[in-house]
């Protein structure tokens, strides 16, 4: 007789999870926090704002410690969200830390952090459902 398989660890958004944003500029704003960007996000944005890589990191890079983050506004806004606006200016070529949200390790923990993650971003637990394949995928991409 074979042996019993062990069970597959079943992940609580198994059935998916929805998020469409509303563009609201919440998640670029608020409490201080890091949007940590490499070399090739550098050059995308770069590109995309018609600026050379150092007129880029000068004006927007910060160094912290060995990595590297946006500069944010004394009141924690992102330095690439318009103030008038409240859209990003680089939203094309935006960093992995942006585009992966609200799918962030730390925000599907349990249902509890998804909770309080619809509760600060107005777009997620609404709209287009994402399957269990597409949260992983970009869960993975980035880890925060
Ligand atoms: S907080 Fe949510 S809905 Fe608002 S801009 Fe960010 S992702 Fe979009």
Known sequence: MAA?????????Y?????????????????????????K?????MAKKMQLSESEFRKKFVRRVGSRHSLVEYPDGDCILLDPKTR?????????????????????LTSERTWEETC???P??????????????????????
């Open 123 to 144: 777009g997620a637990g609404t709209g287009k459902l994402y399957t269990l394949e597409e949260i992983e995928h970009q869960r993975k991409l980035k880890r925060v």
């Open 87 to 107: 859209h990003c200016l680089a939203y094309e070529a935006r960093p992995t830390q942006c585009r992966t949200w609200p799918f962030w390790k730390s925000n």
């Open 4 to 12: 019993e398989q062990p069970k597959k660890k079943t992940k609580w």
């Open 14 to 38: 198994a059935d998916g999870l929805r998020f469409e944003c509303t563009q609201c500029g919440a998640c670029c704003s608020g409490e201080e926090g890091y949007v940590w960007v490499d």
């Open 119 to 121: 509760q600060a971003c």
């Open 40 to 44: 090739n996000e550098v050059l995308a």
